[in-house]
C-alpha cells in the first residue's frame, strides 16, 4: 500500500518527501534484492528495520512555559538544525499569532509558503527592501526578523490573538498577502524586468530600467521604486526611472559620490509616497537630487571625472559604461541640437542593445606602422577618440585609417559617427573639438 498525501501545504510536502524516501531507498530496496528470494527472508529483514525506528530512534520531548520560546524551537528542530531564516523566525511569529483564528492562519501560512520559496538571502534582502520602502529608514543588520515584526506587524514576540480579534487576525493575514504581492515586484525590477503587465510605456523607457539597475548597479533606489509602482502611476514611475538613471549615473558612477547622501532621501520619499499618494510631487524628490548634484558633483567636476572614468580598458564592466554613456548621448543628440530645452528629451525611435554594441577607436587602437600619428598615441583610449558601432556586424572599420573609415562613418545610422565623415581628417585639433563635443552634451543630459 502507497500513502499519498494530497500536498497543499509546505509542511505536508515535506512529510510526502521523507515518506517517499523511506519507501524508495529503505522499504523498496528490501522487496527488490534479489539475494533475498524467500519471503521470509524478506520479512526478517523488515522487522529488522521496524526494530531499528522503533528502538534506535528518539522522539524528543520538549516542555516549555514560554510560548514564543516553544515556536522557536519547534522551527528550529523542525528545520533540521540549520540555522533558522530571519523569514521563517516571521513564519513562525505570525501563525503563533495566529493559532485561534484557523482560517487566518492558513492563509497566512499559503502566503509564507510562497515568500519563502526562493533562496533565503534573497528574501533577506527583499524583506530589507520592503521595510526601508514602508518605514523609511533601512532595517537593523541584526535581528532583522524582530525589527520587522515589532515595525511591519506591529506586535511582540509570544503574543496570540484571542478570539475575538478578528479583525486584528485579518489584519495580519492581509500583510502576509501583502509581503508576498510586493516581492514579485522586487523579483522583477531587481531582474531588470518591467512591472507592469499592460505597459504603456515605451521599449526605449522600458529598457532604461535595465540601464539603471543592470548596468549602473543603482540597486539602492529599489525601495523608493517599490512605493511607486503600488501607489503612483506608470507614467510616474517612468518619469522617477528617468530622474534616477540619469543622476546615478552622474553622481554614483563618474563622481563616485556616498550613498549616505542619498539614501535618506529615497527612504523619506519612499515613505511619503506610501503616506499621501495623491498629494505627492515629484518636483521635491528632483530639487533634492538637484543640492546633492550641485554641492558633490557640480560641472567641473563631473567634467574631469568623465575623462578619467570613460578611458578605454580592456574591463567588461568599464566598457559597458562607456557604452551606456555613448550610446545615451546618441539617444539625445537631436534634442541638444535644437537647443537643448526644458528636460533632456530623447530619440526613442531606436534601442541599443549594449551587449551587441562594439566600441570604435576614431584613430585605431592598433594602427599600421605606416599610420601611427605620435600625437595620437597617448589619445587613443580617450573618450574623444571612440565612438561605437550599434551591432557586432557593423565593426568593420576595425583597425584601419581614418580616410579609410571615413565612407563608414558617413553611412552610418548612428550621428555621432556621421558628424565624423565632416572632418577632413583625424588629428588632436579635432580630437579635442569632438571630445568637447561630448562632454557639453553630457553636462546637458546627465543632470536632474
Same mark, same amino acid.
Given at each position: 500500500?502507497?500513502?499519498?498525501?494530497?500536498?497543499?501545504?509546505?509542511?505536508?510536502?515535506?512529510?510526502?518527501?521523507?515518506?517517499?524516501?523511506?519507501?524508495?531507498?529503505?522499504?523498496?530496496?528490501?522487496?527488490?534484492?534479489?539475494?533475498?528470494?524467500?519471503?521470509?527472508?524478506?520479512?526478517?529483514?523488515?522487522?529488522?528495520?521496524?526494530?531499528?525506528?522503533?528502538?534506535?530512534?528518539?522522539?524528543?520531548?520538549?516542555?516549555?512555559?514560554?510560548?514564543?520560546?516553544?515556536?522557536?524551537?519547534?522551527?528550529?528542530?523542525?528545520?533540521?538544525?540549520?540555522?533558522?531564516?530571519?523569514?521563517?523566525k516571521l513564519r513562525s511569529d505570525t501563525l503563533e499569532l495566529l493559532e485561534k483564528h484557523e482560517r487566518e492562519q492558513i492563509l497566512a501560512e499559503d502566503n509564507w509558503d510562497t515568500i519563502l520559496s526562493y533562496p533565503a538571502t534573497e528574501v533577506e534582502q527583499f524583506f530589507r527592501n520592503y521595510y526601508a520602502s514602508h518605514q523609511g529608514k533601512g532595517a537593523a543588520k541584526r535581528n532583522l526578523a524582530d525589527t520587522f515584526r515589532d515595525d511591519i506587524f506591529k506586535f511582540p514576540s509570544g503574543v496570540v490573538l484571542e478570539i475575538a480579534d478578528i479583525e486584528e487576525a485579518k489584519k495580519v493575514s492581509h500583510t502576509t498577502s501583502d509581503i508576498k504581492n510586493e516581492q514579485q515586484v522586487f523579483i522583477e525590477i531587481s531582474e531588470r524586468?518591467?512591472?507592469?503587465?499592460?505597459?504603456?510605456?515605451?521599449?526605449?523607457?522600458?529598457?532604461?530600467?535595465?540601464?539603471?539597475?543592470?548596468?549602473?548597479?543603482?540597486?539602492?533606489?529599489?525601495?523608493?521604486?517599490?512605493?511607486?509602482?503600488?501607489?503612483?502611476?506608470?507614467?510616474?514611475?517612468?518619469?522617477?526611472?528617468?530622474?534616477?538613471?540619469? !543622476?546615478?549615473?552622474?553622481?554614483?558612477?563618474?563622481?563616485?559620490?556616498?550613498?549616505?547622501?542619498?539614501?535618506?532621501?529615497?527612504?523619506?520619499?519612499?515613505?511619503?509616497?506610501?503616506?499621501?499618494?495623491?498629494?505627492?510631487?515629484?518636483?521635491?524628490?528632483?530639487?533634492?537630487?538637484?543640492?546633492?548634484?550641485?554641492?558633490?558633483?557640480?560641472?567641473?567636476? !563631473?567634467?574631469?571625472?568623465?575623462?578619467?572614468?570613460?578611458?578605454?580598458?580592456?574591463?567588461?564592466?568599464?566598457?559597458?559604461?562607456?557604452?551606456?554613456?555613448?550610446?545615451?548621448?546618441?539617444?539625445?543628440?537631436?534634442?541638444?541640437?535644437?537647443?537643448?530645452?526644458?528636460?533632456?528629451?530623447?530619440?526613442?525611435?531606436?534601442?541599443?542593445?549594449?551587449?551587441?554594441?562594439?566600441?570604435?577607436?576614431?584613430?585605431?587602437?592598433?594602427?599600421?606602422?605606416?599610420?601611427?600619428?605620435?600625437?595620437?598615441?597617448?589619445?587613443?583610449?580617450?573618450?574623444?577618440?571612440?565612438?561605437?558601432?550599434?551591432?557586432?556586424?557593423?565593426?568593420?572599420?576595425?583597425?584601419?585609417?581614418?580616410?579609410?573609415?571615413?565612407?563608414?562613418?558617413?553611412?552610418?545610422?548612428?550621428?555621432?559617427?556621421?558628424?565624423?565623415?565632416?572632418?577632413?581628417?583625424?588629428?588632436?585639433?579635432? !580630437?579635442?573639438?569632438?571630445?568637447?563635443?561630448?562632454?557639453?552634451?553630457?553636462?546637458?543630459?546627465?543632470?536632474?
Amino acid at each position: 500500500m502507497v500513502a499519498v498525501l494530497n500536498c497543499s501545504r509546505d509542511s505536508h510536502k515535506k512529510l510526502q518527501v521523507a515518506w517517499d524516501s523511506i519507501r524508495t531507498n529503505l522499504i523498496t530496496k528490501i522487496l527488490n534484492d534479489i539475494s533475498k528470494s524467500s519471503v521470509s527472508d524478506k520479512l526478517n529483514s523488515l522487522l529488522q528495520l521496524r526494530k531499528s525506528v522503533i528502538e534506535d530512534c528518539y522522539v524528543i520531548y520538549i516542555v516549555s512555559e514560554d510560548r514564543s520560546e516553544a515556536y522557536r524551537l519547534f522551527a528550529v528542530l523542525n528545520d533540521r538544525g540549520r540555522e533558522l531564516s530571519d523569514g521563517n523566525k516571521l513564519r513562525s511569529d505570525t501563525l503563533e499569532l495566529l493559532e485561534k483564528h484557523e482560517r487566518e492562519q492558513i492563509l497566512a501560512e499559503d502566503n509564507w509558503d510562497t515568500i519563502l520559496s526562493y533562496p533565503a538571502t534573497e528574501v533577506e534582502q527583499f524583506f530589507r527592501n520592503y521595510y526601508a520602502s514602508h518605514q523609511g529608514k533601512g532595517a537593523a543588520k541584526r535581528n532583522l526578523a524582530d525589527t520587522f515584526r515589532d515595525d511591519i506587524f506591529k506586535f511582540p514576540s509570544g503574543v496570540v490573538l484571542e478570539i475575538a480579534d478578528i479583525e486584528e487576525a485579518k489584519k495580519v493575514s492581509h500583510t502576509t498577502s501583502d509581503i508576498k504581492n510586493e516581492q514579485q515586484v522586487f523579483i522583477e525590477i531587481s531582474e531588470r524586468r518591467w512591472p507592469y503587465r499592460d505597459a504603456t510605456a515605451s521599449d526605449w523607457q522600458q529598457e532604461r530600467l535595465q540601464r539603471l539597475i543592470k548596468v549602473l548597479r543603482h540597486t539602492l533606489c529599489i525601495p523608493l521604486l517599490l512605493s511607486v509602482y503600488h501607489c503612483l502611476s506608470e507614467r510616474e514611475f517612468i518619469e522617477i526611472i528617468d530622474i534616477l538613471e540619469r !543622476f546615478a549615473f552622474r553622481y554614483i558612477t563618474i563622481v563616485g559620490g556616498h550613498a549616505e547622501k542619498i539614501s535618506p532621501i529615497y527612504y523619506d520619499h519612499a515613505k511619503l509616497i506610501r503616506q499621501a499618494p495623491q498629494e505627492y510631487k515629484i518636483t521635491t524628490l528632483r530639487n533634492e537630487l538637484k543640492a546633492v548634484q550641485e554641492k558633490y558633483a557640480p560641472d567641473e567636476t !563631473f567634467e574631469s571625472l568623465l575623462i578619467q572614468k570613460l578611458s578605454y580598458q580592456e574591463n567588461s564592466s568599464k566598457k559597458i559604461i562607456i557604452r551606456h554613456f555613448l550610446t545615451t548621448l546618441e539617444d539625445h543628440v537631436e534634442w541638444y541640437y535644437n537647443g537643448a530645452n526644458g528636460k533632456p528629451k530623447p530619440n526613442e525611435i531606436s534601442i541599443f542593445d549594449l551587449n551587441k554594441v562594439t566600441i570604435e577607436h576614431i584613430y585605431p587602437q592598433n594602427p599600421s606602422s605606416t599610420s601611427q600619428i605620435e600625437e595620437l598615441e597617448l589619445l587613443k583610449n580617450d573618450i574623444g577618440n571612440l565612438s561605437f558601432w550599434p551591432g557586432r556586424n557593423n565593426n568593420s572599420a576595425g583597425n584601419k585609417s581614418f580616410a579609410e573609415k571615413k565612407s563608414l562613418y558617413e553611412q552610418s545610422n548612428v550621428t555621432l559617427n556621421r558628424e565624423l565623415a565632416k572632418f577632413i581628417d583625424w588629428d588632436k585639433q579635432n !580630437f579635442q573639438q569632438k571630445r568637447n563635443k561630448l562632454l557639453n552634451i553630457a553636462k546637458k543630459i546627465f543632470t536632474v
